[in-house]
């Protein structure tokens, strides 16, 4: 990919992630993230010919520009993203992977003065929140956050929330049980946007929880039809009742009607 395809591709990208983008001229004229982004492909270039002075050259001209310091020497992706980004410090020997996001104030740095990999590795699709601190060699799985101001220390799996000082994973993406939400929720009418693991509101870990255990209830519900069936039964022959969100938005009176209409439906002895 030649050097124009990059660019664009870099400016492409701050529209997915930047709502506050409006033009390509304006990212490309005023965003140092990706400014920096630039700089240092050049600073890194150079460092791998063994221009090293050169190349450290580059990198402080890059910092006193933007006000983000990335060592040349570090190995970053396609798609990376610094927001704001004043403050920003990414060691010599840290690893990026395609598709991260950093925020303002965040330094992967080491813990260690030897030589060697001292700096943290991030998969592809990485946020790390302001002011955070992610330290030493560690590994920081695909698609892993940081919150903002956490101090990381240990590895974060693939699809971890890690939060607080010391970091500490406060949620991990089940994408299978994910998968099961999104069905279960469009099978009994809810709008399941954000009904995840990691929400942090109340309510909607409290209907994540009832989808999880709706899922459980009409698997062995259906398990236990097919046996009668099986024995000889006549059973399950009709559909659950459909839940209609506009039952709990109109009269409580018509509500509770209709829902007994269905009952009725569904069992002729209620």
Known sequence: MGIWQRIKEDIDSVFDRDPAARNAFEVFTSYPGLHAVWWHRIAHWLWQRNAKWLARAVSNTNRFLTGIEIHPGARIGRRFFIDHGMGVVIGETAEIGDDCTLYHGVTLGGTSWKAGKRHPTLGNGVVIGAGAKVLGPLMIGDNARIGSNAVVIKDVPAG???????????????????????????????????????????????????????????????????????????????????????????????????????????????
Not at 178 to 201: I, L
Not at 245 to 257: P, R, S
Request: hydrophobic fraction near 35%; include cysteine; aromatic fraction near 6%.
């Open 160 to 270: 971890a929330t890690a939060i607080g000082i010391p970091g500490r994973i406060v949620a991990q993406q089940d994408f299978h049980t994910s998968e099961q939400r999104q069905m279960m929720a469009k099978k009994y009418g809810f709008d399941a946007y954000a009904v995840s693991q990691d929400n942090p509101d109340p309510v909607a870990k409290a209907i994540g929880a009832l989808l999880d255990h709706v899922h459980v209830m009409d698997s062995k519900f259906s398990t236990m039809c097919k046996a009668i069936n099986d024995l000889g039964g006549n059973v399950c022959e009709k559909e659950l009742p459909q839940l209609d969100l506009e039952e709990f938005a109109g009269d409580e009176k018509e509500a509770a009607d209709k829902r007994h209409k269905d009952l009725e439906r569904f069992d002729p002895s209620i």
